[in-house]
């Protein structure tokens, strides 16, 4: 019982370092990304990346405050070292 324990912990313990790493490459993406700056290969892309923000912002509920920092391209993540 304690071999076979051993034997699927050691794959599961690398899955789950190698699925950390990945998430904390995709935290570090996106802190990065600005939509503002982001290059949109055809025109349709485009429109409907702004069609989808403004259905997300309609009614003046946006989750972003003026002046909040987050604008200015601050962007406030917890780290884990791996």
């Not at 290059?39 to 892309?45: G, N, T």
């Not at 069609?51 to 406030?76: C, I, M, T, W």
């Amino acid at each position: 019982s304690g071999v076979t324990y051993l034997l699927v912990s050691v794959p599961s313990f690398f899955s789950f370092r190698m699925k950390l790493r990945n998430h904390q490459l995709l935290l570090d993406q996106m802190s990065a990304f600005d939509v503002r700056a982001a290059k949109c290969a055809l025109q349709a892309d485009r429109n409907a990346i702004e069609e989808h923000v403004v259905a997300l912002f309609e009614g003046g509920n946006a989750p972003v405050k003026e002046g909040s920092g987050v604008d200015d391209g601050e962007v406030r993540r917890q780290r884990f070292s791996l």
